[in-house]
């Protein structure tokens, strides 16, 4: 557990709380009915529910922390670097418009440049993933490990694409190499998740590209502080806002990112 007196609790709290707030409004809208738009693209959705989410949270936590500035998905940026807050208010908006469960709310605390606190909370069914840079990673109380597998045939991967893909099927050369290797991938939809269920051992590896930096700051301090492994497909290490991201359980790693580049 993190304690009390961690410079990094009270914000913490906040965020665990403002995850709270998101799920109680993704809720009321779901039950309500909500008016939606498109952004880039005839699928790429924005609903009431993704809007009033990053209002409330952006509202709450520079309320208790006026010094941080904000990242926001749906444009409430706000201040600036030093300590700044990076939150996707909504992950997983399709699947949510069209209520399949799966879909949740990602909270990044950035200090200097390095992600110090995150948070995903899955607001269907309630489930909060936290970890803080140094503490671990945990789901309610509990420490989260990743999967100890070793072969990568037989894992449990999964991968998501940009909403541009049919312009830029990248991804696609990735996801046929690894099925042609008769490896197991999902698609779920929502990369905050699919990060945070490698990081509790539900998955053991996922990829993806074109992320921005809402969908995966927490995700990431998650898989490392449960253990894994996070880069590029070169195999360095990860950076917010790089084209690819490859998380795991660290195990399998190379053998991961050799197979997608059509190395093995
Ligand atoms: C999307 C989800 C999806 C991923 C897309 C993201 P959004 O975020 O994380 O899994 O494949 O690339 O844009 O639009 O639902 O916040
Ligand atoms: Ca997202
Ligand atoms: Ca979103």
Same mark, same amino acid.
């Given at each position: 557990?993190? *304690?009390r007196? +961690?410079?990094?609790f009270? +914000?913490l709290?906040?965020?665990l709380?403002? /995850?709270h707030?998101?799920?109680?409004?993704?809720a009321y809208?779901l039950?309500? $009915?909500? #008016?939606?738009?498109t952004?880039?693209g005839?699928?790429?959705l924005?609903t009431q529910?993704?809007?009033?989410a990053?209002?409330?949270?952006?509202?709450?936590l @520079?309320s208790?922390?006026p010094?941080? $500035?904000?990242?926001g998905?749906?444009?409430g940026? =706000? *201040?600036?670097?030093a &300590?700044r807050f990076? !939150?996707d208010?909504?992950?997983?908006t !399709?699947?949510?418009? +069209? *209520?399949?469960p799966?879909y949740?709310v990602?909270l990044a605390?950035?200090?200097?440049? =390095?992600v110090?606190?995150g948070?995903?909370?899955d607001t269907?069914r309630?489930?909060?993933f936290?970890?803080?840079? $140094?503490? %671990?990673?945990?789901? %309610?109380?509990?420490?989260?490990?990743v999967?100890?597998r070793?072969?990568?045939?037989g894992?449990?991967?999964?991968?998501?694409f940009p909403?541009d !893909?049919?312009?830029d099927?990248?991804?696609?050369t990735?996801?046929?190499r690894?099925?042609r290797?008769? @490896?197991?991938?999902?698609r779920?939809g929502a990369? /905050?998740?699919?990060?945070?269920? !490698?990081? =509790?051992?539900?998955?053991?590896?996922?990829?993806e590209?074109?992320?921005?930096p809402?969908?995966?700051?927490a995700?990431?301090?998650?898989v490392?502080?449960? %253990?894994g492994?996070? #880069?590029?497909?070169? *195999?360095?290490p990860y950076?917010l806002?790089h084209r690819y991201? @490859?998380?795991?359980n660290?195990?399998i +790693?190379?053998a991961?990112?050799?197979t &997608? @580049?059509?190395?093995d």
């Open positions: 557990m993190i *304690g007196k +961690h410079p990094f009270p +914000h709290e906040a965020m709380e403002a /995850a707030l998101a799920r109680g409004i993704h809208y039950e309500r $009915g909500f #008016t939606q738009g952004k880039s005839p699928t790429d924005v529910a993704d809007r009033e990053e209002e409330a949270i952006k509202d709450l @520079l208790r922390f010094e941080a $500035g904000f990242l998905e749906e444009g940026s =706000a *201040g600036g670097k &300590l990076i !939150v208010p909504l992950d997983g !399709v699947n949510y418009a +069209h *209520g399949f799966f949740g990602s605390l950035e200090v200097g440049g =390095a110090q606190v948070v995903v909370m269907a309630g489930e909060a936290y970890a803080v840079r $140094g503490e %671990g990673a945990y789901l %309610g109380g509990r420490p989260l490990r999967t100890e070793g072969e990568l045939l894992s449990l991967l999964a991968t998501g909403y !893909v049919a312009k099927p990248e991804n696609l990735y996801f046929s690894a099925l290797k008769g @490896l197991l991938v999902r779920p990369a /905050a998740l699919d990060l945070a269920y !490698v990081a =509790a051992g539900r998955l053991d590896g996922f990829w590209v074109k992320l921005n809402w969908d995966v700051a995700g990431w301090l998650l490392e502080e449960a %253990g492994k996070v #880069t590029d497909l070169e *195999g360095q950076r806002g991201i @490859l998380a795991s660290g195990r +790693h190379e991961l990112r050799r &997608l @580049l059509g190395q």
